[in-house]
């Protein structure tokens, strides 16, 4: 990995390359990383970043297009995280009634696209780009590949599309009880909503604060009471709106 620095004072003095393991970073007393290529190695992981489309070539065949990624040239975490392109590829046979994984190897540092019987790679050295299922001659090909480019938004993303506001279960709280005559309390807990954690100091309406109740109106809405402090216990939903 290189970089260039202007040198010189209003940016004079001419540019030069120079490679990141030469550029030192802020550090405390005499620690192992001190370097740029240091901090990229450690910060960042191997993965497809973008191309390398699978699609069907008849017969039995995918090709795998062109892409661009980062990966390691050892399985250690702290190897060399190297930037790279890898080529088009045609013509990769899967057999009938198998299924086999497209994966990107660093392959001594010429990478290439191979297919692998079983979910083996490292994720540093070897990553896939998706699997395909031959299921008597029909291929089903899952273009999922290990994607690491825009890692905090994907993460964000998936988050609240599968999980949207989530309690931290780990903390424990906002646990619904009965307190006074039939007075609602709610212990005090923690949410996380894209990224965002919000605490809710706990409540219990014996004491203060309040409470809205929903019941159905009957003709497909909710009627809403608000400021409510007990709940009924003569009363229930029946969906009549009375």
Do not use: C
Request: hydrophobic share 35%; glycine share 14%; net charge negative.
């Amino acid at each position: 990995m290189d970089i260039r620095i202007q040198r010189g004072a209003g940016g004079g003095g001419g540019t030069g390359p120079f490679a990141a393991s030469a550029v030192t970073i802020d550090k405390l007393g005499t620690p192992t990383y001190t370097h740029l290529q240091d901090m990229h190695d450690l910060a960042r992981a191997a993965g497809h970043v973008d191309g390398g489309a699978i699609t069907d070539a008849g017969a039995g065949n995918v090709n795998v297009a062109a892409g661009q990624g980062l990966i390691r040239a050892t399985s250690a975490d702290t190897g060399t995280l190297f930037t790279f392109d890898w080529p088009a590829t045609s013509g990769l046979a899967i057999p009938s009634n198998t299924i086999r994984y497209v994966v990107v190897e660093y392959n001594a540092g010429s990478p290439q696209v191979v297919l692998y019987t079983s979910e083996t790679y490292d994720y540093r050295t070897a990553f896939p780009l998706g699997f395909v299922i031959n299921e008597a001659g029909t291929l089903y090909i899952n273009d999922t590949p290990h994607s690491i480019g825009r890692a905090v938004g994907r993460l964000s993303r998936r988050n609240y599309e599968v999980d949207g506001r989530t309690r931290a279960h780990a903390l424990g709280g906002l646990i619904i009880s009965e307190t006074g005559t039939r007075n609602v309390a709610v212990s005090a807990g923690v949410t996380w909503l894209r990224g965002i954690r919000d605490s809710f100091p706990g409540i219990d309406t014996s004491v203060a604060g309040t409470f809205e109740r929903y019941y159905r109106n009957g003709v497909g809405g909710w009627t809403i009471e608000t400021a409510q402090t007990q709940t009924p216990n003569d009363n229930f939903d029946d969906g009549s709106g009375t």
